[in-house]
Nanobody, 124 residues
Framework: VQLQASGGGLVQAGGSLRLSCAAS????????MGWFRRAPGKERELVAA????????YYADSVKGRSTISRDNDKNTVSLQMSSLKPEDTAVYYC??????????????????WGQGTLVTVSS
C-alpha cells in the first residue's frame, strides 16, 4: 500500500486543522492506520490509531479530547481532525499502515507503509 499525507499548514494557537492520508495499491480495510508526529528535537510519537473497521481508536494523552481519527474504507482515506491546537503540536505528521492492526501501533513500529509527512506549524 502507498500512502499520501496532506493537510498540514500554518495555524494559530487555538485553531483547527484536518490532516488526510490517501491510500492506494492494496485493500485499505486490511490495514490498521495511525498518525505519528516528530517535533524538532524530539522522538517520534504515536498520536492516534484506528482499527481496520474504524470501530476502535487510540489517542495519545497529549491530543486526547482535541483530536479525532476517522477512516473511510470506501474512499481509502484516514483523517486526523485536530482542534484547540497548541504550539507544542508543531511537528511533521506521518500516516502509517500496519496489517497487524491497531494494537501493534502501541507496541511496534508500523511495518507496511508510511506517508511522506506533512508539516503542521502552530504559532502562538
Amino acid at each position: 500500500v502507498q500512502l499520501q499525507a496532506s493537510g498540514g499548514g500554518l495555524v494559530q494557537a487555538g485553531g483547527s486543522l484536518r490532516l488526510s492520508c490517501a491510500a492506494s495499491g492494496r485493500t485499505f480495510s486490511d490495514y490498521g492506520m495511525g498518525w505519528f508526529r516528530r517535533a524538532p528535537g524530539k522522538e517520534r510519537e504515536l498520536v492516534a490509531a484506528i482499527s481496520w473497521s474504524g470501530g476502535s481508536t487510540y489517542y495519545a494523552d497529549s491530543v486526547k479530547g482535541r483530536s479525532t481519527i476517522s477512516r473511510d474504507n470506501d474512499k481509502n482515506t484516514v483523517s486526523l481532525q485536530m482542534s484547540s491546537l497548541k504550539p507544542e503540536d508543531t511537528a511533521v505528521y506521518y500516516c502509517a499502515a500496519d496489517e497487524r492492526g491497531l494494537g501493534y501501533f502501541l507496541t511496534d513500529i508500523p511495518r507496511d507503509a508510511w506517508g511522506q509527512g506533512t508539516l503542521v506549524t502552530v504559532s502562538s
